[in-house]
T-cell receptor, first 110, second 114 residues
Framework: QKEVEQNSGPLSVPEGAIASLNCTYS??????FFWYRQYSGKSPELIMS????GDKEDGRFTAQLNKASQYVSLLIRDSQPSDSATYLC??????????FGGGTRLMVKP | GAVVSQHPSRVICKSGTSVKIECRSL??????MFWYRQFPKQSLMLMAT?????????EQGVEKDKFLINHASLTLSTLTVTSAHPEDSSFYIC??????????FGAGTRLSVL
């Protein structure tokens, strides 16, 4: 099993809808998780970090961590075409190194 | 967020040329920096961990003599791709961590070897 797994997508949502991105992780990954957004041809940009069980909100973004089920999610409310990008989920492994999922491509259609 | 500067953003070179990429943390000190490589439509792959004042730690399968890393100060790490070949063409990205394992990425360097 990969340390961090994501559905590659693409996930297509209409403008204004809620986009839900999911990520699961293995026992080899610790309790620190991060969501990055990567536009095509660009480097990743940190959106949110989450360390504790539950929800963390920042503007239109909400990260959710469920340690019992070993999943992390990112909700994007009022999705905009400019949100179209690849979203990378990452967690820290036993070596304290950031390990990335393969990314989910999000397409927000006007 | 913290700012990580990477230069150059784009390199086109002939096969056999060595290419040097710089990564700087602009508003914080980074004992550790990281170098990643990303091929088209693939995820980031960690190449090596750059440690200030000591040798870099390379991931399995990454040739240390091919990809030379120098971390001379707390704000600068360099990656040199020696004798680059077309198969080294990729997107190289550095990152640095100012706090609690949060990594901020440089803008990346797109290397094209002809």
């Amino acid at each position: 099993q990969k340390e961090v797994e994501q559905n590659s997508g693409p996930l297509s949502v209409p403008e204004g809808a809620i986009a839900s991105l999911n990520c699961t992780y293995s026992d080899r990954v610790s309790q620190s998780f991060f969501w990055y957004r990567q536009y095509s041809g660009k480097s990743p940009e940190l959106i949110m970090s989450i360390y504790s069980n539950g929800d963390k909100e920042d503007g239109r973004f909400t990260a959710q961590l469920n340690k019992a089920s070993q999943y992390v999610s990112l909700l994007i409310r009022d999705s905009q075409p400019s949100d179209s990008a690849t979203y990378l989920c990452a967690g820290l492994n036993a070596g304290n190194m950031l390990t990335f999922g393969g990314g989910t491509r999000l397409m927000v259609k006007p | 967020g913290a700012v990580v500067s990477q230069h150059p953003s784009r390199v086109i070179c002939k096969s056999g040329t060595s290419v040097k990429i710089e990564c700087r943390s602009l508003d914080f000190q980074a004992t550790t920096m990281f170098w990643y490589r990303q091929f088209p439509k693939q995820s980031l792959m960690l190449m090596a961990t750059s440690n200030e004042g000591s040798k870099a730690t390379y991931e399995q399968g990454v040739e240390k003599d091919k990809f030379l890393i120098n971390h001379a100060s707390l704000t600068l790490s360099t990656l040199t791709v020696t004798s680059a070949h077309p198969e080294d063409s990729s997107f190289y990205i550095c990152s640095a961590s100012p706090e609690r394992n949060i990594q901020y990425f440089g803008a990346g360097t797109r290397l094209s070897v002809l």
